[in-house]
């Protein structure tokens, strides 16, 4: 077996590709035969929406022919929810190691010293691009940019729509980031995401690429073209679930116009090519209130729940490895059990690059097992969880993989105990666990050993730097507040316009000491409106000040001296119309002024 785990200094590593791109005449031939790389994640998808898995009316043909090319991991899982999958891939380590365990309350942060998959490729010379969601931070150190990316072009939050993106984004015509600046596209989301995809591997001239393309679609909002919708219903589908699968239809078209330009460019050969979703489907059933006459049966591909489920149907997606150089091709199964974990290790080893010095990784390299179908070493066990809490808990919802085996534990109540074999039993509907007591036995011990060795990472928070030279004014969102209810979490564009009610601290690292300006705002600069509040406060660390305010002003500013070092940021915004209650500010714009402005002050 192959492994390609050598741990080299990021920044000697580094140097050494400049010299030899400098200095050595040899070295484009070689760059010209390492790979590319582009990792396709879509939103929300899961495992059934694909025709060739037997979906009866989902048009896919360009997933569909993607499967019959490519190499299939067929036992491929994920996490239930968004951000802690998408930690997983791009650090090659279980979610919660990197402060990750949910969507919001500030626990889809990704602490700045992870070692991603990006920085691996840039640090042998691979150019970088992100495109479309990162759910990992929207703030300094956690962005996109300050994690390996050098091209990006995204929505922030967790989807469009959600708190921290662009006020007034609909999916149409959006203002997403560029690089960190805000810009105006014309057209749909998933088509610009391909389109900036497609410009960048146009731009590389050669030289060898990694792509992050990962969809918001098919997340809600439903927001679609109409045309694509209708064939849907023309089918018969109810509307909420014809405009999922539109969505879907969209990224497979998107896909299609993809191949196409790798064909054109005569960059299909060496590409790998990576299909895969972020957790199971949270769509494509009718809804309360969206019957139709005689709907058509809602499709399982035979599998036990959706998004944010611990039974298969939550965390089994598809992985599909499509490389006509590295002979990944022709349709073919791999039935090991593989996870999010393992995409960093399988890549680097694929490419045959070194892995920098870094944090230790929990996956393990796939590559023998996709090249081969030689199984990885030992009996696997892999742990699974659906963490929506303000601190991890042990009696959380959890799922335990071995082999056919899944021991499901917390699923129907605090302290149910499930066993499942998913070979023999699929539906996951006969509980076994009183038949097989020693397996139940060892598979919870090494869940006990697995929780024990993720809980010293609970309480290190994920801070957002302020006072940081690489973003000279940090705006913080209410979708990042470490609350202890997700209801005081004003988290979406819904919230933040119907004026929700909650609040909560930002973790926060002051870099330097000195003066920094807080602007408190109720709407976003980009639509500014009433800050709504007569008086408003504001906490960091020990440092507070108050102020009395005119409710139809647009914001309010604090000057505060501040030392450095970790602190907890809090503000709070009266407001008369809701009975003098108090919330925070949704918005707070942060910036350190010139020692001369403190001077003079």
Not at 49 to 65: E, K, M, N, S, V
Not at 107 to 124: C, I, K, P
Not at 268 to 273: F, M, P, Q, S, V
Request: proline letters at 7%.
């Amino acid at each position: 077996m192959m492994l390609f785990h050598l741990r080299i200094p990021l920044m000697l590593l580094t140097l050494a590709w400049v010299f030899n791109d400098c200095c050595t005449a040899a070295e484009p031939t070689q760059k010209a035969q390492r790979p590319n790389v582009i990792l396709i994640v879509t939103d929300d998808q899961g495992y059934k929406d694909i025709g060739a898995h037997g979906h009866p009316y989902i048009d896919t043909p360009q997933l569909d022919r993607l499967f019959e090319e490519s190499v299939r991991l067929t036992d491929f899982h994920v996490r239930p929810t968004c951000a802690p999958t998408r930690a997983a891939l791009m650090s090659g380590r279980h979610p919660m190691r990197s402060g990750i365990w949910h969507t919001i309350m500030g626990r889809s942060l990704m602490r700045g010293d992870e070692l991603t998959v990006a920085e691996v490729f840039q640090a042998n010379g691979y150019r970088t691009g992100l495109f479309g969601k990162w759910h990992l931070g929207d703030n300094y150190p956690m962005r996109p940019q300050d994690q390996g990316f050098t091209t990006v072009v995204q929505h922030l939050g967790g989807g469009v729509t959600q708190g921290p993106d662009y006020l007034g984004n609909d999916y149409f015509d959006d203002h997403y980031l560029r690089n960190g600046k805000v810009e105006q596209f014309d057209g749909f989301c998933t088509d610009i995401w391909f389109d900036e995809a497609m410009k960048f591997m146009e731009s590389s001239h050669g030289a060898p690429f990694f792509a992050y393309l990962a969809t918001n679609a098919p997340h809600q909002p439903w927001n679609v073209d109409p045309k694509l919708e209708q064939a849907y219903l023309d089918k018969g589908v109810a509307k909420t679930a014809a405009s999922y699968y539109a969505l879907i239809t969209n990224i497979d078209e998107n896909l299609g116009r993809l191949r196409s330009f790798l064909h054109e460019k005569q960059l299909t050969d060496n590409t790998i090519l990576i299909f895969m979703t972020d957790n199971g489907p949270a769509g494509g059933w009718p809804l309360r209130g969206d019957m139709h006459a005689r709907p058509l049966p809602h499709f399982t591909a035979n599998m036990r729940g959706a998004k944010g489920s611990l039974y298969e149907g939550g965390h089994r997606v598809p992985c599909f490895i499509h490389w006509p150089a590295g002979q990944l091709v022709g349709g073919k199964d791999v039935d090991v059990l593989a996870t999010d974990i393992d995409i960093l290790p399988t890549l680097a080893s694929l490419a045959e690059i070194p892995t920098p010095e870094g944090p230790p990784l929990d996956g393990i390299d796939l590559a023998d097992a996709i090249r081969h179908g030689e199984k990885p070493p030992g009996d696997r066990i892999h742990i699974i969880q659906s963490q929506r809490l303000p601190m991890p808990s042990k009696e959380a919802k959890t799922a335990v993989l071995q082999g056919p085996w899944r021991l499901v534990l917390n699923a129907v109540e605090p302290g149910s105990v499930e066993l499942f074999n998913v070979k023999q039993d699929p539906r996951q509907s006969h509980n076994i666990a009183g038949e097989h007591a020693n397996l139940v036995a060892s598979l919870s011990g090494a869940y006990d050993t697995w929780f024990a060795d993720q809980s010293p990472m609970f309480t290190e928070y994920s801070r957002i730097a302020i006072g940081a030279d690489a973003e000279p004014v940090a705006r913080l969102m209410s979708h990042d507040w470490l609350t202890a209810e997700s209801s005081d979490c004003v988290w979406s564009h819904t919230g933040v316009k119907s004026g929700q009610m909650g609040n909560g601290p930002w973790a926060i690292d002051v870099r330097e000491p000195g003066t920094y300006q807080f602007e408190l705002r109720r709407w976003p600069l980009e639509q500014p409106g009433p800050i709504e509040a007569d008086q408003a406060g504001i906490v960091v660390g020990q440092v507070s000040a108050e102020k009395t305010v005119d409710p139809d002003n647009h914001y309010v500013r604090f000057e505060l001296e501040l030392p450095a070092g970790p602190a907890m940021l809090q503000t709070n915004l009266r407001i008369p119309s809701r009975g003098n209650k108090t919330r925070g500010a949704y918005y707070v714009y942060i910036r350190k002024l010139p020692s001369s402005a403190s001077s003079s002050r």
